[in-house]
């Protein structure tokens, strides 16, 4: 039987406060891994190629130079995707099987893979200018590597229902969904349409149903790491092959 409207609304400001205490968590951690992490990679990768100093990189800094506006503009960027993995994350915790280091390295690993197929390319210059290939490739994988580590046990131990995130009756808790409206919006949809598509199957579907459910998210997250490690894998490949 659906749940009547009225049982919508707490619901629903228990999620935004979930997914505002989540972001927060994910922009603490990106702005580390992402942001901080990012330009200690970019510093020694260009220490290391010392003559490749000036070519412009494929996302648009100058190599062996660390200027203001580059590092803010890698910070904002780290924090932003901090914020993004910090929504997934919420939406997929309740996936995560086996002991407590299983649910770690598999969610690291295959936040790596998926985060690293799009990160890594054959094109351009970062990975096949640069040398040596396996120090590009590794120090960017690192940075969701990291990322992913770190994020589970912050965001977890801020979700609790005890922790001050959750019980504090101050609005500046639902500040980190900020960056949801914008520029985050179409992710914010896609999470909001999920959300309500979840609970309204869950109202709907028999028990037995609602207990396979989980099982078809994980399915879903496994096929999505497959892929990615494979993509990773074919530009990989490509990479050396250029190099």
């Known amino acids: 039987m659906s749940e009547p409207s009225y049982a919508w609304r707490p619901a629903a400001i228990l999620a935004l406060r979930r997914l505002a205490v989540a972001s927060l968590a994910g922009a ?25 100093a000036g070519v412009v990189s494929d996302d648009g800094f100058t190599m062996g130079q660390v200027t203001l506006n580059g590092t803010l503009n890698l910070l904002l960027v780290g924090t932003l995707l901090g914020v993004l993995g ?7 915790r309740d996936l995560r099987i086996g ?13 790596t893979v998926v985060v690293g197929a799009g990160l890594v390319h054959s094109d351009g210059v970062d990975f096949t200018l640069l040398e040596p ?10 940075m969701p590597f990291v990322y992913a580590l770190a994020l589970p046990p912050l965001a977890d131990r801020l979700l609790r229902d005890d922790s001050t995130p959750m019980t ?4 500046l808790v639902f500040v980190p969904l900020v960056p949801w409206v914008f520029p985050l919006t179409p992710a914010a949809a896609v999470l909001v349409l999920g959300w309500v598509a979840v609970r309204a199957l869950s109202g709907a579907l028999s028990s037995r149903a609602r207990a396979l459910m989980p099982w078809i998210g994980r399915l879903a997250l496994t096929a999505v790491f ?3 490690l494979a993509e ?9 092959r250029i190099t």
């Open 99 to 111: 002991p407590a280091w299983f649910r770690a390295a598999s969610l690291a690993v295959g936040v």
């Open 232 to 240: 990773l894998v074919q530009t990989t490949r490509e990479i050396y």
């Open 168 to 171: 504090t009756t101050n609005w």
């Open 226 to 228: 497959a892929v990615g």
């Open 86 to 92: 910090g929504g997934i994350y919420l939406a997929v």
């Open 28 to 52: 603490i951690v990106g702005f580390l891994a992402g942001g901080v992490g990012g330009r200690l990679a970019m510093s020694l990768l260009a220490s290391l190629n010392p003559e490749d």
């Open 133 to 142: 290939t396996y120090a590009a490739i590794g120090l960017t994988l690192a």
